[in-house]
């Protein structure tokens, strides 16, 4: 009797883990469809992107890919390119990594930078703009190159990963702009044990 127990709960517990990751592809594959009319997918022969060591982690599952305009659009230049957003989605198996995950990104962030949570981070030399949403056991990154940041557009890049990955205005946010300034958006993560 409690093999067949032990079995259950087995299959039960395995079937969570394999939920959380589930749940981050669905929100990913929604947002892929909303940025559809404007953006294509890229997968192939993209290069790392410096977002610091969260790759060092245990993740459940990992996705990064590009999503490149359709259109021509001015950059802050004023010269004419196809936009370029970089997306970066880890999936952890439980609450518990996902915290681990954190605290060890956290002191080797972006260009190797130590970041505490809640305390904005005035300049961060070389560092691109992105803008990071942690929810569940999920964490998305999109990531922009300095060349192709325009304001407009990336009011309404964030507006729409809001939408998407965070409904109920529970996640994480943080956003790091050209050369900083780092800043908590929402809901700063406590690491201290009470």
């Known amino acids: 009797m409690s093999k067949v127990f032990f079995t259950l709960g087995l299959v039960f517990f395995s079937f969570i883990g394999y939920a959380q990751p589930e749940e981050g592809k669905q929100r990913l594959a929604a947002f892929n469809e909303k940025m559809a009319d404007r953006y294509e997918e890229k997968y192939l022969n993209l290069k790392a992107r410096d977002i610091g060591q969260l790759a060092e982690t245990e993740f459940a599952d990992y996705a990064f890919y590009q999503l490149r305009g359709t259109d021509k659009v001015p ?9 370029k957003l970089y997306v970066h989605h880890y999936a952890y198996e439980s609450e ?29 030399d070389g560092a691109t703009p992105l803008y990071i949403i942690v929810y569940g056991t999920n964490i998305v990154i999109l990531d922009v190159d300095c060349n192709g940041y325009t304001e407009e557009l990336w009011k309404q890049l964030t507006a729409d990963a809001r939408a998407i990955f965070d409904p109920n205005k ?6 790091l702009f050209c050369d900083g300034p780092l800043e908590w958006r929402q809901n700063a993560p406590n690491f201290r044990k009470r």
């Open 75 to 83: 950059n802050a230049f004023g010269k004419l390119h196809r936009h």
């Open 96 to 124: 518990y990594l996902l915290e681990n995950a954190l605290r060890f990104w956290f002191d080797n962030f972006v260009r190797n930078e130590q970041i505490r949570p809640g305390r904005t981070l005035r300049a961060l």
């Open 170 to 175: 529970e996640a994480i946010i943080m956003e």
